[in-house]
């Protein structure tokens, strides 16, 4: 319990850290969201009066801190851009992300794990050369890149969807979620790949250890032994491996729909900075750093829960 507290105020003090260098890093870098906003033709006073109006004249530490309670109540700023809450700026976006990242991490774990242990229960023979030749090829492919040739094939060829052509959930849900799957398979596509061949060499180092013969001993069969037994080890750094993926398919879905043209945060991230907006840059920022954090706590959990070692170390 107490390992689990030091580590909750461990996560609370790096977004702390967070926010304060994200504030820092967009006060710091060059432009005005006043010019942006207003325009290079806009007088000084001009200038002067919006900055006043948004509270840019106050000192540094002022702005921060008055952010930073507003964020924890719950009031994410005013967009600048868009002259809207950013909390309702974001509201629709963020379950558009959610989503993207959710079928992507269903279809890591649905298709990597049965495949994995295939590989591992068939080592050597025809078809596990066939996967790991085909891991080493897929993990090589950035995302992007396989989003353009999923485009290509699935939209341009087949014509399972309109390219570009977002469906909004708000519109048809089912039509949606059927032009995610592809964003979603994407994102998956090298993560699989990875985490086919992580779980078949965890599986296959498992095995020559000494419980797997005292299980055989006791008459249990080849399947009983990697379900009950082999299986259960082997997970432990697939877990891990898969809530890093999890973090890292939040930051790395805002490439993903700037291909497929979603409208998700990762998109308005890249507009907000290039206007200059940054009460929406700082809270897309700080929601993505907040996910990449809690899904580190959580998967550190399922860890300790899964290797008794690790609890009688703590």
């Known amino acids: 319990m107490r390992d689990v507290i030091r580590k909750l105020a461990s996560m609370i003090l790096t977004l702390l850290i967070v926010s304060f260098l994200v504030f820092l890093a967009f006060d710091l870098i060059p432009g005005d969201p006043a010019i942006a906003k207003l325009g290079t033709q ?10 006043a109006e948004w509270g840019l ?3 540094f530490l002022i702005r921060y801190f008055d952010w930073l309670f507003s964020f924890v109540r719950g009031d994410m700023g005013y967009s600048y ?13 963020i379950l558009i992300t959610v989503t993207l990242v959710i079928m992507a991490f269903v279809m890591i774990v649905s298709v990597s794990i049965p495949m994995g242990i295939f ?9 596990d050369k066939s996967i790991m030749v ?4 897929l993990m090589a492919i950035p995302p992007f890149f396989s989003g353009i040739l999923i485009t290509f094939l699935f939209g341009v060829g087949l014509s399972f969807f309109k390219p570009g052509s977002f469906v909004s959930y708000t519109q048809n849900f089912g039509g949606f979620l059927f032009y995610m799957i592809f964003p979603a398979l994407a994102v998956a596509i090298p993560k699989i790949a990875m985490c086919v061949k992580l779980l078949r060499s965890s599986i296959l180092e498992q095995w020559p250890m000494d419980y797997v013969r005292t299980a055989y001993s006791r008459g249990n069969r080849t399947m009983q032994v990697l379900y009950r037994h082999v299986l259960r080890n082997a997970m432990i750094p697939v877990v891990t491996f898969l809530g890093m993926t999890l ?3 939040v930051a790395g879905s805002i490439i993903i729909e700037k291909v497929f043209n979603i409208p998700g945060i990762g998109q308005i991230l890249i507009k ?3 206007y200059r907006d940054y009460p929406t840059v700082e809270a897309v920022v700080m929601l993505i750093a907040f996910l990449v ?3 580190n706590f959580m998967v550190d959990i399922i860890y300790r829960i899964l290797d008794p070692r690790m609890r009688q170390s703590s």
């Not at 590989?119 to 078809?127: S, T």
């Not at 085909?134 to 090829?137: D, K």
């Open 293 to 295: 954090v809690f899904v």
């Open 57 to 59: 004249d106050r000192p």
């Open 42 to 51: 806009a007088t000084p006073e001009q200038v002067a009066s919006l900055r």
């Open 119 to 127: 590989a591992a229960r068939h080592q050597g023979g025809a078809l």
């Open 134 to 137: 085909s891991n080493q090829l």
């Open 272 to 274: 907000c900075i290039e």
């Open 247 to 249: 973090a890292d398919m």
């Open 81 to 93: 851009h868009f002259d809207r809450a950013v909390t309702e700026l974001l509201s629709g976006k």
